[in-house]
């Protein structure tokens, strides 16, 4: 029997802020614990909140940037429950009145994993979403072999909550909502979106049914996946065991299970028959906002999307789809291929060399592309030196090897070196006579219909200027002369 997985992705974003939500204390990774607290954000009685406005300006932003519905009045609510990592024993967060609700994140090719780019289910899919509210994070919890410790430094850091619509159908569009909507968070300057250090975490809600079936299965909850490619992993896996529960007579039931990265299996962590009764209800402390004037600020400020940055790269540049597609994927590479590409004449040969000698360097190096030895217009540079022939293709390859190493121009390093390429035709032309005449062997087998003594000849024109000639002058000079 085949069977249809249906999965809902709940994503809890770490914003970008300087400070957290409610109070003053600073938004940093890998503080000492315990050290950027307050008595706001460790609930202490009397302390108030105050709203964070960067905050509600990057939530709205992620909205807009998402095409979602931007509420004219949101307000916040507590969301009560104990919790060790809950100081106030209660979470302020928005219940039914969130900033910002429907919209979607379009999916495309290359942010599905490698493996799986050319057998995609449906291309230029969009997964559509609920809701997008904010709230504050909770503090950290680390479990130790006989105690736990709790750091506040986290809690009441400002966290956008994504919430999609049940339309993600496999584990490898599940990863493609995740870098696709990472991609969006970037370019926006909302949040770095680092799961490694917590700023983006989710958890996936996943059923199976029969093909056939229209009502869904039972919902599972997995949670504790701290990477995307762990997130397919883990609903691979999942999908995999519960198919094996229902075709062994088993029936499944609700429940939340975790994620052992290592073991590669989920693993039992409560069952939930019900839903959990918050008891929301408005947070006296603060009041409403009305987002008209927030909206009116943030719409100027949108930023050119992944989407419409390929189509403009393949428009503009003439570059090609896949090629377009890798340099927007990081914005830091698109950025770099702009400013390289501003001036060129070809800015198709600028794609070729940052996609594949420079990369393949900075892979090598360990490096990122902030951390290139070569600027932008210092490889534009050296393409135009090659685009021109002022050096051939084998010698641009020889001075990027030393431009990367020693961040020299690639104009010193071919002034040091002497290696300029022989352009001039006149010269080049004095050779070829001299080559013909030396060697009437080659030519008479190149007139007899031998190609490969051409090769020679042109070897020989190249031999003559010291390895200076212009190849494919020589060569274009050499079958004019010989026809």
């Given at each position: 029997m085949n069977y249809i997985a249906t999965i809902g992705l709940e994503v809890h974003v770490q914003l970008k802020t300087h400070s957290k939500m409610f109070c003053e204390c600073p938004v940093t990774f890998g503080a000492e614990p315990n050290s950027h607290t307050c008595p706001i954000c460790l609930g202490l009685p009397g302390a108030l909140p105050v709203m964070n406005r960067e905050a509600l300006r990057m939530t709205v932003l992620t909205g807009l940037m998402l095409g979602c519905d931007i509420a004219p009045v949101s307000k916040f609510d507590r969301k009560n429950y104990f919790y060790p990592d809950m100081p106030k024993n209660y979470q302020i967060s928005q219940y039914d009145m969130p900033l910002c609700t429907n919209g979607s994140v379009p999916l495309h090719d290359l942010a599905y994993p490698k493996d799986a780019q050319k057998n995609i289910a449906t291309p230029d899919k969009e997964v559509h979403l609920v809701r997008i509210h904010l709230e504050e994070d909770v503090a950290k919890s680390f479990h130790f072999e006989n105690s736990t410790g709790i750091d506040?430094?986290?809690?009441?850091?400002?966290?956008?909550?994504?919430?999609?619509?049940?339309?993600?159908?496999?584990?490898?569009?599940?990863?493609?909502?995740?870098?696709?909507?990472?991609?969006?968070?970037?370019?926006?300057?909302?949040?770095?979106?680092?799961?490694?250090?917590?700023?983006?975490?989710?958890?996936?809600?996943?059923?199976?049914?029969?093909?056939?079936?229209?009502?869904?299965?039972?919902?599972?909850?997995?949670?504790?996946?701290?990477?995307?490619?762990?997130?397919?992993?883990?609903?691979?896996?999942?999908?995999?065991?519960?198919?094996?529960?229902?075709?062994?007579?088993?029936?499944?039931?609700?429940?939340?299970?975790?994620?052992?990265?290592?073991?590669?299996?989920?693993?039992?962590?409560?069952t939930k028959e019900f839903a959990h009764d918050y008891r929301y209800f408005p947070d006296p402390d603060l009041v409403p906002v009305e987002t008209d004037v927030l909206v009116a600020d943030v719409r100027e400020h949108v930023p050119e999307l992944p989407k419409a940055k390929r189509a403009r790269f393949v428009e503009q540049y003439?570059?090609?789809?896949?090629?377009?597609?890798?340099?927007?994927?990081?914005?830091?590479?698109?950025?770099?291929?702009?400013?390289?590409?501003?001036?060129?004449?070809?800015?198709?040969?600028?794609?070729?060399?940052?996609?594949?000698?420079?990369?393949?360097?900075?892979?090598?190096?360990?490096k990122a592309i902030h951390d290139c030895p070569i600027p932008p217009e210092a490889l534009d540079e050296l393409v135009n030196l090659i685009d021109t022939g002022k050096i051939s293709g084998k010698q641009g390859k020889e001075v990027?090897?030393?431009?990367?190493?020693?961040?020299?121009?690639?104009?010193?390093?071919?002034?040091?070196?002497?290696?300029?390429?022989?352009?001039?035709?006149?010269?080049?032309?004095?050779?070829?006579?001299?080559?013909?005449?030396?060697?009437?062997?080659?030519?008479?087998?190149y007139k007899a219909g031998n190609m490969a003594s051409l090769n020679f000849l042109k070897g020989q024109v190249i031999k003559r200027s010291k390895g200076k000639a212009n190849p494919r002058l020589a060569g274009e000079i050499l079958e004019r002369k010989l026809k």
């Open positions: 506040f430094n986290r809690a009441g850091t400002p966290l956008m909550e994504i919430v999609t619509q049940p339309q993600i159908n496999s584990p490898e569009e599940a990863f493609a909502f995740l870098t696709a909507l990472k991609q969006i968070l970037i370019y926006g300057e909302v949040s770095d979106a680092d799961m490694e250090k917590g700023q983006l975490r989710c958890d996936c809600n996943v059923s199976v049914r029969p093909e056939g079936q229209r009502e869904l299965g039972a919902k599972i909850e997995i949670k504790n996946m701290n990477s995307i490619s762990g997130v397919r992993r883990a609903l691979a896996y999942e999908i995999r065991r519960q198919i094996s529960v229902l075709e062994s007579g088993e029936q499944l039931e609700q429940e939340t299970r975790g994620w052992d990265d290592v073991a590669g299996e989920t693993f039992l962590m409560r003439q570059v090609s789809p896949y090629d377009a597609g890798v340099l927007a994927n990081d914005l830091e590479l698109a950025r770099y291929f702009e400013a390289a590409a501003k001036g060129a004449k070809k800015p198709k040969n600028i794609a070729n060399w940052i996609l594949n000698d420079l990369q393949n360097a900075l892979s090598a190096a360990g990027f090897a030393e431009m990367f190493a020693s961040g020299k121009t690639a104009a010193t390093i071919v002034k040091e070196k002497g290696i300029e390429q022989l352009s001039d035709a006149g010269a080049i032309e004095a050779l070829c006579d001299d080559v013909i005449a030396a060697n009437p062997k080659p030519v008479a087998d």
